[in-house]
């Protein structure tokens, strides 16, 4: 694009075609008459001069320009990955909407090349957040009228793929072996919010074995339900015990422990464990009752498709202060009630 100053006095030996004008222009009474980014003809000629200005600033669209309407289009479709839609711009911007509930992914490497070249800007939500169908989950913007055709390409290059994703939820059984200390009001209550949770993922509370706080019952509950769920939590545990009989009933079963204890509170006491090819995890019976503890950022990745391992358990402490100010990163069990927020 070629920038132009414009006077009031050669208006008329100008040529108005291809020009486009960079900021409001408003008429006598200050009211907008032609806005910023609309595009001349020769019909303007006379409009303008009875309009209230001095000088325009325009900038004059080149042979290898692409405008901001067009190239804002391309940009938000080549950003936008599987289980994402792009939108119809609104105030400047390319909406992009995840199209199934699920949690997003963040391509950081893309987006940083794309957001690199002059004149292209996405942004998104963070990485790995919950999201619903129909949620903005990133926006593309065309930050000048033009841009060059090259930088364009470029992006679109870069963004090959897509920056942004959303991985659906896929539906899951769930077993439980819960130790029959916890008591049969707390066992209907624990049964009540691990259900609710499961359900809105599309999962199922297949099996709740509730069993005495010894070696053998819990390894007789480990090994059914190995062969009948996809995911085995562990519920009234204590994991600052060693001696805890569900470390035990673990390994009697054939199982592996990964990790004990996250880098993040509340939660910080759950623990991971592998039972022959099947997910274990284990958190004092209060962790599992409440909607924000690291419990709550584990199902999400297990419903995705995602590793929850001590990798990932290490990386919690950035952001593990898990408080109101944080509800965001947590699922909508109960949508009429505040996202997230810690009970």
């Known amino acids: 694009m070629k920038p132009e100053r414009w006077t009031r006095d050669a208006l008329d030996a100008l040529d108005l075609g291809d020009a486009i004008v960079v900021h409001d222009v408003r008429d006598a009474a200050g009211q907008v008459a032609i806005t910023r980014g609309s595009r001349l003809t020769s019909a303007d000629r006379d409009r303008l001069r009875g309009l209230a200005w001095e000088w325009l600033h325009v900038v004059r669209v080149l042979s290898d320009d692409v405008d901001e309407a067009a190239a804002g289009v391309r940009l938000a479709r080549a950003c936008a990955g599987d289980g994402v839609l792009a939108g119809q711009a609104g105030g400047g911007h390319w909406p992009l909407t995840a199209a199934h509930r699920g949690m997003l992914s963040v391509r950081v490497d893309a987006l940083n090349a794309v957001n690199a070249l002059d004149g292209l800007a996405v942004y998104t939500l963070p990485d790995e957040q919950v999201v ?21 390409c470029l992006g679109e290059a870069a963004a090959d793929g897509g920056v942004v994703l959303v991985r659906p939820f896929v539906p899951h059984r769930v077993g439980a072996v819960v130790q029959e200390s916890l008591g049969s009001s707390a066992l209907d209550r624990f049964h009540r919010s691990l259900s609710e949770k499961l359900a809105w993922f599309g999962g199922t509370l297949a099996a709740v074995h509730a069993v005495a706080p010894d070696t053998e019952p819990i390894a007789a509950a480990f090994r059914s339900l190995r ?72 199902l999400p990745r297990w419903f995705a498709g995602l590793p929850v391992d001590g990798a990932w358990l290490t990386r919690l402490g950035h952001g593990g202060l898990l408080t109101r100010d944080m509800s965001w990163r947590f699922p909508p069990y109960r949508p009429r009630l505040e996202r997230g927020a810690v009970d």
């Open 132 to 152: 619903e169908r129909g949620e903005t989950v990133a926006r593309a913007k065309i930050l000048p009228f033009l841009v060059p055709a090259v930088d364009l």
């Open 227 to 298: 062969r009948q769920v996809d995911l085995v939590v562990v519920a009234g545990t204590r994991a600052m015990d060693p001696l805890d009989p569900a470390f035990a009933a673990l390994a009697h079963a054939g199982g592996r422990l990964e990790r004990i204890g996250a880098p993040a509170h509340p939660g910080s006491l759950l623990w991971i464990a592998d039972l022959d090819g099947t997910p274990v995890v284990g958190m004092p019976s209060c962790g599992l009752f409440s909607r924000a503890t690291v419990f709550d950022l584990a």
